[in-house]
């Protein structure tokens, strides 16, 4: 009778790994070692991991392998893996910071291998500060890219605070294509995560902006939109301060490069209503 259950469960945990993966377009299989020990490391590996519709994490604690199912043109491994990473988990490509790490439940603290690669021959000066120049340019290429976002973020206020919808209507279709184009994996692992969790709402509140001239309509998006841009430009390096700016009447925030209140969401009707709550720089 008991192996008939195992048999059971065997079956619908197989139809609900098939399951899952079947909702995955252009899904693509891997496996790699991920460190853990207990079946609470197993729901927070696999939760860390996984992203509705687009990667699938099933991760064996007895083996230690996981099996990566993931839509090979919106994510790769190493996001995978650094995502896991910042849930505490050591992988073979990627160290768990120590605070990360630190915070897991004593069974779960997993013995830490060395990671440290043996190397045969020391790099020259020259060839550390080559690959030191091309990381910080990396890095910076990464925060560059940021910038039409926010620049055209501040053109879309600037058109609310005038009531000028055909204007909004169009800073908002740049908005949205300035979010398109950027390449995640560029940028710094703290602003990836914050992509993540934003992009999505960016991209809706964006689209419905730019497909609606009614200003009303724009300004109860423009606080959602103001709220995922927020989160954005405090882990990135933007070039000036930038103002947080609080609406009592609407009980909402915006973003602006001025420290002088100019309210979108009431344009000249109550145009110093509200006050700055949060200097970013």
Known sequence: MKSLKKIVMAITLLLSFTVS???????KTET??????????????EKAGSL????????NKDTKMATLTYDAKKTNQDEILKRIA?????????????????????CCQYDREAKVAVKTETKSEETKMEMNDHSTMTENQGTDQLKPVFDNY????????????????????DFLTAITVVKMETL???????WM?????????????SETQDIKKQRELFKSLSKNTYELIKVSKFTEPVY??????????????????????????????????????
């Open 21 to 27: 993966n079947a909702q995955i377009k252009n899904a």
């Open 32 to 45: 790699v070692k991920i460190f853990g020990n207990c079946g609470m490391c197993e729901t927070t590996i």
């Open 52 to 59: 509705k519709k687009i990667a699938n994490v099933d991760w």
């Open 86 to 106: 910042l849930a505490g988990y050591d992988s073979e490509k990627f160290l768990a910071p120590d605070a990360a790490y630190s915070k897991l439940p004593g």
């Open 154 to 173: 501040f053109s879309l206020k600037d058109a609310l605070v005038k009531t000028d919808s055909k204007t909004a209507s169009a800073k908002s279709k």
């Open 188 to 194: 710094k692992m703290d602003v990836q995560m914050t």
């Open 197 to 209: 969790k934003v992009y999505k709402d960016l991209t809706a509140d964006a689209k419905n902006i």
């Open 244 to 281: 947080y700016q609080y609406c009592p009447m609407q009980d909402a925030n915006w973003l602006s490069k001025e420290n002088t209140v100019k309210n979108p969401y009431y344009g000249s009707q109550m145009l110093s209503c509200g006050k700055t709550v949060e200097t970013i720089k």
